[in-house]
Structures are given as structure tokens and as C-alpha cells.
């Protein structure tokens, strides 16, 4: 099972004899079985049948839409895995300490991973990230201690800080970057990672779909009109080991240059060209279908995609028992 993405302007979408369509311009078609399908993302303007949305409804096949940039927009809702008292149970938890325990857990393991990635990316280097690791870990032991879900951000924000600090020391001098920026990204490795958490998400606003949880209703950070913040949640753990790996990969191994990025002035900042923008949607879906032996409570390998549906079950529990220690995030070697 897989994500098709389309990003070239004027396609078409459409459906026959149980077989997505996809219809360029020119005249040339692609054709994709759909059972094959656990979703489609659309990047631009593509237009769609409504044979073709009628056909994903049904099925229960994911399509989001994105501007050209990545921001995103939103997705074809179907009804299907709606659960009223689950997601009574889900809002209920918002105001009890299991907001709390759960983000304990979540950031710390983010901050964890950071750490892992970093020192990972700074072995071909000349340079030593202990000093960032160092106060990373720092704000790690603090978060066990903090009394609320604010100061918990607080923390992350102190270690994330010095994680792109150590992170921009190790990437190639071509794509160099002074710290996190976004809204809109502004430079080369900012649009990569910016598009690439965008993507994530969306992967994350599925799962959390399908469990039948309320995407809106999150635990970690704040209530934000139109934004889905349980997903937010729920990326915490995956980013630098999905994305931030996927886009340090890229740059490293000089499969992008610097020169396939442009600055747009009509929606302002540092966007992929259509071939790094194909380099990189194909790397991400390649990193969402590689197995692995991450998760502490099954003993075989699985792909990402799978372990991002394991861990929302895993949510789900947690909920349904009113117990955030039943929720075991992803922690990288």
C-alpha cells in the first residue's frame, strides 16, 4: 500500500474499471490500481472526476490537498470511523493530568531522538554537537519535573533550539541555515523540512481518522482555530526520524542542489523546484515504506506507515483507559 503524490499542474484524476487515472496534458496517462492505494496528495492544482472523489469516499482512500509550497488545505472526509464516545472520552482527558503524563512522554522522546540524530549526522563531520546534546539533555531531565504542559513546550523549544544549532553545523556548506524558520520557510533546508512535516501530518490526521479520534482535539499543544492540534500532538516523536533524516539524506548525499530552489513573491519564500520537489516526495515515500524495529512492544520489523498506525492504536488505549503510560513512544538507537 502506498501514497501517490501529484504535483504537475493541469493532471487529471479519474477512475475506471477499479483503476486510478492519472491524465497529463500532453495526452499521456498513468494507471494505478486502486486497491493498491492508502492515499493520494495533491500539490498544486490538480482536478478530480467526481466519479474519481465519489470512488475515494467509499473506499476510504485519503486525498489531501496542498498549495504548491505545502501549505496545506485540507482532505476528503468520509464518515466512516467516526466514534462519538471515543472522542467524548478524548475531550474529557484535555482538562485531567493525562494531558500532562502523555506530553512528558511524547517530548521526551522527541528530544531523545534529536539527540540520536545529530550526533548520527556529526560523525563525517568536523564537528562535536556534545555541547548541544549536552543542554539538550538538560532540558530532557527538566521536562520530568515540570508541572505543566507550557513549561514542557518551553523545554522542547530550548532543545530544539540547540538541535538545529548542531544540525546546520553538519549539513552540507551549500545548504547551511541559521535555525528553524517557517511560515514561510526562507531557505533551501526550511522548505524541505517544512514540506516534509506538512506531509507527515497529514500522514498522522489519517491514522488518528481511522482510529476514530477527533484530529482538532489534541493534548499538547494548544486549541488553534483550523489547525489539526492531536496530529501536531502525535508528529512529535516522528520528525527528526522521518523527515529531519529524509532531508539531511538528500542534502548529504547530493541528490538536490541548491539551485533547484526558488524564492516566490506571490506566496512569499524558499520553495522546491518540480524536480527537487519529485526527489524529495519519492525519498519521503521510500523512508514511509522502510521497515524497522523501533517499537518496544512488538518484536518483527514493520514499515513506518504501519508503526504511525500501531502507535494511534496504541493512542487509543491510552485513552479508552484513561492511562497515558500505555502509550510507549518510538525512541531511535
Not at 29 to 45: A, H, M, R, S, W
Not at 69 to 87: M, N, P
Not at 169 to 194: H, L, Q, T, Y
Request: one cysteine or more; proline letters at 5%.
Amino acid at each position: 500500500m502506498s501514497i501517490v503524490y501529484v504535483s504537475e499542474p493541469k493532471v487529471k484524476l479519474s477512475v475506471d474499471s477499479n483503476r486510478m487515472v492519472i491524465e497529463y496534458p500532453d495526452g499521456m496517462k498513468k494507471f494505478v490500481p486502486i486497491e493498491t492505494l492508502d492515499g493520494v496528495t495533491l500539490l498544486g492544482n490538480p482536478q478530480m472526476t467526481t466519479q474519481f472523489v465519489e470512488n475515494c469516499l467509499t473506499r476510504g482512500i485519503q486525498v489531501s490537498f496542498f498549495s504548491k509550497g505545502g501549505k496545506y488545505f485540507g482532505r476528503l472526509i468520509s464518515t466512516g470511523h467516526v466514534k462519538a464516545e471515543l472522542q467524548r472520552q478524548q475531550s474529557k482527558l484535555y482538562f485531567t493530568d493525562f494531558s500532562l503524563n502523555l506530553a512528558k512522554r511524547v517530548i521526551k522522546a522527541k528530544v531523545r531522538n534529536q539527540s540520536v540524530l545529530l550526533r548520527r549526522y556529526s560523525r563525517n563531520t568536523d564537528y562535536d554537537p556534545s555541547k548541544n546534546i549536552e543542554n539538550m539533555r538538560y532540558s530532557e531531565d527538566k521536562i520530568d519535573n515540570a508541572d505543566s504542559v507550557e513549561s514542557i513546550m518551553g523545554y522542547e523549544g530550548i532543545a530544539a533550539k540547540e538541535y538545529f544549532a548542531g544540525l546546520s553545523r553538519c549539513v552540507d556548506p551549500d545548504f547551511k541555515f541559521n535555525g528553524r524558520n517557517r511560515r514561510p520557510p526562507r531557505d533551501p533546508f526550511n522548505s524541505m523540512i517544512s514540506l516534509g512535516y506538512s506531509i507527515l501530518m497529514n500522514e498522522l490526521y489519517g491514522e488518528i481518522e481511522n482510529r476514530g479520534l477527533n484530529p482538532y482535539f489534541g493534548f499538547i499543544h494548544r486549541d488553534a482555530e483550523k489547525h489539526p492540534t492531536l496530529a501536531s500532538d502525535m508528529m512529535e516523536e516522528w520528525r527528526a526520524v522521518i523527515v529531519d533524516s529524509t532531508v539531511m539524506s538528500l542534502i548529504n548525499g547530493h541528490e538536490v542542489a541548491k539551485d533547484q530552489f526558488v524564492m516566490d513573491y506571490e506566496e512569499p519564500g524558499c520553495y522546491l523546484n518540480k524536480d527537487a520537489l519529485r526527489v524529495l516526495l519519492d525519498k519521503i515515500e521510500k523512508k514511509m515504506t522502510t521497515d524497522v524495529k523501533y517499537l518496544t512492544y512488538i518484536d518483527y520489523p514493520i514499515n513506518f506507515r504501519r508503526a504511525i498506525s500501531f502507535q494511534m492504536k496504541k493512542l487509543v488505549d491510552a485513552i479508552e483507559n484513561e492511562d497515558p503510560s500505555l502509550y510507549e513512544p518510538l525512541i531511535i538507537r
